[in-house]
């Protein structure tokens, strides 16, 4: 059975650093495209990063570029996503997802990161 | 990238069929067949039910169905059940390598 499971979320300071984990079992991790997600309270889906199966192509979305890495260790079938420079409107549950062909046929039940004084 | 846009709300009654459109561009939705359609329930994680514009995972009802025309895509869900009660949202894959969400839709079963 896929499973995925994040942890690392916390309540931060503004400016502070985070880092997430996502521990994935059931399938072999280090053939697959690996997604950040993220998801405000009360809000939309929206997509933040990815990272192929070899760690060395990354991609992020324009409103996390600069502030945010991804990265994973495909020995301990873990991904990560490094976050710094944390702001009020990073809050939200961050989901990681296992990518198929474009899409997302698994995900964690997701971490919640909050960002507050 | 901006979000695809999709409508905020759609409702229907038991039975019924109804139709959830998702529009963007030719650099997401218009240049490729990567379009894919996700259900979540409250407090849940997102579930996949229709992949590469019209493709149902294993397991997802022959009532979801998927398709494209354009810049715009479409989710239908046919003979509504109280269970298909969720929010909605569609994902493609853009130009940029990249992915986009679009903003999300609920959906309430009368």
């Known amino acids: 059975e896929v499973q995925l499971v994040e942890s690392g979320g916390n309540l931060v300071q503004p400016g502070g650093s985070l880092r997430l984990s996502c521990v994935a079992s059931?399938?072999?991790?280090?053939?697959?495209?690996m997604h950040w997600v993220r998801q405000a309270p009360g809000k939309g889906l929206v997509w933040v990063s990815q990272i192929n199966p070899d760690g060395r192509i990354t991609t992020y979305a324009e409103s996390v570029k600069g502030r945010i890495s991804i990265s994973r260790d495909n020995a301990k079938n873990t991904l990560y996503l490094d976050m710094n420079s944390l702001r009020a409107d990073d809050t939200a549950m961050y989901y990681c997802?296992?990518?198929?062909?474009?899409?997302?046929?698994?995900w964690g039940q997701g971490t919640l990161v909050t960002v507050s004084s | 990238q901006s979000a695809l846009t999709q409508p905020a709300s759609v409702s229907g009654s038991p039975g019924q069929s109804i139709t959830i459109s998702c529009t963007g561009t030719s650099s997401d939705i218009g240049g490729y067949n990567y379009v894919s359609w996700y259900q979540q329930h409250p407090g849940k994680a997102p579930k996949l039910m229709i992949y590469?514009?019209?493709n149902r995972p294993s397991g997802v009802s022959n009532r979801f169905s998927g398709s494209k025309s354009g810049n715009t895509a479409s989710l239908t869900i046919s003979g509504l059940q109280a269970e298909d009660e969720a929010d909605y949202y569609c994902n493609s894959y853009t130009r940029s390598d990249t992915y986009v969400f679009g903003t999300g839709t609920k959906v309430t079963v009368l």
């Open positions: 059931g399938f072999t991790f280090s053939s697959h495209w």
């Open positions: 997802a296992r990518g198929d062909n474009w899409h997302y046929p698994y």
């Open positions: 590469e514009v019209g």
